[in-house]
């Protein structure tokens, strides 16, 4: 193969890699996108040119849209003078099916088409997702080597994901890219709505307020409007990080650590554990990250949590039989990972000696949500895997993956008396 040749196609791919491909200009939810019945979603249509109202023709499957929705409209005559815009928010569809949405104004013709999907009935009282963030076979391999030997040739023994009934390959590309990142991701899990790189819990728009973009529900929302099931949200990274976040966040930028810091107290999750606590304190406290004097420490005591900073008052307030909320934050930034706390006492270990592992965090979780007998979902983000992956850490990410291991091991144990239970990883 020729130079020239070679340098087109690295060209090309670099291209592909960057790519943003066109979806259905100006409709959000987008082309294809697939839609829980009875789950809230705002509906946006944005112009290129400037309209009245009355100049608009929207309907939904043939018959206008305001006939099919009670929620009141927003119209926007020109939105960051770019064109029309107009918004329903919290819009529902409960009956499953094809639905396609036809927009038209002057020479302007937009249009999408969606699937709404239903359920079965409900099987798992208790779930339990464990993110292994930045993941890879290579990872798993290191971890596996390192905790249980090989020999001749043959592993000496598994982790604990290695014998899941199932395993499956999952597409992790945005709506913008073929590149993901932890916010849109993570988002595509907790809402079923494929959005762009950053963004969480929202569909990428031309609004420019972070916050104002057309929003999707959370899993978090909606089993708290429609259940009696409890949440854990933990995490060894920050808990305004994208993952955490992603599972009640709606924001444009993930980097909003104050908002989501708010929004993990305005979710109503019985227990969130993980680092971050900068952002829980107000900006008067040293080592705050706030810009304002927000002190949702003390929220959550207001709210019922029993607070937790260190691992012996975790795991004190974990095995309480009184414990039903559980607020707890053993770190300002990301924790540190299992190699330095346990054997290195590298990074911050000395300043931060009384910190958790992901399986102590997992633990006290499930003692605390599973006194609910309507059932928990509980998330675990591993993300340290992905912190030491990033600068090629390879020890590191390899140790925090054998954690992984340990902590869906607990979720194993817990499962196997009570079987009603399902473990994703």
Do not use: C
Request: neutral net charge; glycine residues 6%; aromatic residues 8%.
């Amino acid at each position: 193969m020729t130079i020239p040749r070679i340098s087109f196609l690295i060209a090309l791919l670099i291209l592909l890699l960057q790519s943003i491909w066109v979806e259905a200009a100006g409709i959000y939810p987008i082309q294809n996108a697939t839609i829980l019945s009875g789950s809230y979603f705002d509906i946006k249509i944005e112009f290129d040119n400037e309209y009245k109202l009355d100049d608009l023709d929207i309907r939904l499957n043939g018959n206008p849209l305001k006939n099919q929705v009670q929620q009141r409209l927003t119209f926007i005559a020109n939105e960051s003078s770019q064109g029309s815009s107009l918004i329903y928010r919290d819009v529902q569809i409960s009956k499953p099916g094809k639905y396609t949405l036809v927009a038209k104004a002057g020479k302007e013709i937009l249009q999408v088409s969606w699937d709404v999907y239903d359920t079965g009935p409900r099987k798992a009282k208790n779930i339990i997702l464990f993110i292994g963030d930045g993941i890879t076979i290579a990872n798993r391999t290191a971890a596996r080597v390192l905790s249980k030997g090989i020999s001749e040739g043959r592993y000496q023994g598994k982790l604990s994901f290695d014998d899941m009934p199932h395993m499956a390959l999952v597409g992790t590309s945005g709506s913008d890219s073929l590149i993901t990142d932890s916010a849109n991701s993570m988002s595509a899990y907790t809402t079923g709505h494929k959005t762009a790189v950053n963004a969480m819990g929202v569909y990428v728009s031309r609004a420019s307020n972070n916050l104002e973009h057309p929003k999707v529900e959370t899993i978090t929302e909606l089993i708290k409007r429609k259940t009696s099931m409890s949440i854990g949200i933990v995490s060894d990274a920050e808990l305004q990080d994208a993952t955490p976040g992603a599972m009640v966040a709606h924001t444009r930028r993930r980097a909003d650590k104050p908002y989501i810091a708010e929004q993990l107290l305005a979710s109503g999750a019985e227990v969130i554990l993980g680092g971050g606590s900068a952002y829980f304190y107000p900006q008067s406290t040293k080592g705050s990250k706030r810009k304002d004097e927000n002190n949702l420490i003390d929220q959550f005591k207001q709210g019922g949590y029993k607070i937790a900073f260190t691992k012996d008052e975790l795991l004190k307030a974990g095995n309480a039989s009184s414990t039903k909320k559980l607020f707890g934050v053993f770190h300002p930034d990301n924790m540190d990972g299992s190699l330095d706390r346990f054997f290195l006492k590298k990074n911050t270990v000395e300043q931060y000696p009384n910190q958790p592992d992901l399986t102590e965090m997992t633990q006290s979780a499930i003692n605390v949500l599973s006194k609910n007998p309507n059932g928990f979902f509980l998330m675990v983000e591993a993300a340290l895997i992905d912190k030491f992956n990033h600068p090629l850490d390879w020890e590191r990410a390899a140790f925090d993956t054998i954690m992984l291991s340990n902590a869906v091991q607990v979720a194993k144990d817990f499962a196997k008396n009570n079987p009603d239970t399902l473990i994703i990883v």
